[in-house]
């Protein structure tokens, strides 16, 4: 359960974010379907951030996040065309604890501050910030900026069999995917709405809309008590 949860929300939009809108951390592990909860909301008309997305951003070819990595890490993280060579950095920073903290005190801050540009354009009911790594990630702060945490849960043995199904991953590296994020149970633990995705999509939309008419109720008075 969220710190904030059993506070009024207006106290807890206060305690977080200037703004007007209700924020929704959507998180959940690798397989739980965080995507296609975030694919329905964003049908509903809901303005979706993505932090996978915007972490690519910020280090796209020529970025300044990108200049820290090259003069922190060395010039090999980009490759011949001037692109971060992913490949590379995630073999170094698993292998170099101290290198992926390095990584991750210069991408978090940009991370956090491209979702704020983007929270402040945002101009649907309510926003949802989806993020993997939304409560492990506490240096990114990403979710200092919701009012409310949506986990999208599973057993690990359905995430294992949808990860690989749809990635074509390995066993070995989706288990080591899940080992860097929270277990479920610590995970679930952190959330002010939970919804179980363990059957088929049509039972995900079914749990999901009433939480959209939540949320749209919550922001309209989150609306009211700011102004």
């Known amino acids: ?26 998180t959940g592990g690798i397989g739980s379907g965080k995507s296609a909860a975030s694919d329905w909301f964003a049908a509903q008309g809901i303005d979706i951030i993505d932090a996978d997305v915007i972490a690519h951003e910020v280090v796209k070819k020529g970025s300044p996040t990108l200049r820290k990595i090259q ?24 292998a170099n604890p101290a290198a992926l903290i ?26 949802i910030l989806s993020a993997p790594l939304l409560i492990e990630a506490a240096e990114a702060g990403l979710a200092n900026l919701c009012q409310r945490i949506l986990v999208i849960d599973v ?10 199904l749809r990635d074509e991953q390995s066993m070995v590296k989706i288990k080591a995917i899940m ?6 149970t610590e995970r679930n633990r952190h959330a002010d709405d939970l919804v179980v995705n363990e059957k088929d999509l049509a039972s995900l ?3 999901l809309e009433p939480l959209h008419q939540k949320y749209l109720k919550l922001a309209q008075q989150l609306k009211y008590a700011a102004d």
């Not at 922190?72 to 698993?94: I, N, P, S, Y």
């Not at 057993?155 to 690989?164: F, H, K, M, N, V």
């Open 1 to 26: 359960m969220s710190i904030y949860s059993e506070m009024p929300i207006h106290e807890r939009q206060q305690a977080k974010i200037q703004n007007k809108t209700l924020v929704v951390g959507l």
């Open 205 to 207: 939309h079914q749990q």
């Open 179 to 184: 080992a860097n994020q929270l277990h479920r």
């Open 102 to 127: 390095d990584l991750e005190a210069i991408t978090h801050p940009a991370i956090r501050e491209a979702a704020k540009q983007q929270l402040a354009a945002s101009t649907s009911p309510y926003i």
């Open 155 to 164: 057993d690990e043995e359905t995430q294992l069999a949808r990860a690989s």
């Open 71 to 94: 003069k922190k890490l060395g010039e090999w993280v980009v490759d011949a065309e001037g692109h971060m060579d992913r490949a590379a950095v995630r073999t170094h920073v698993f």
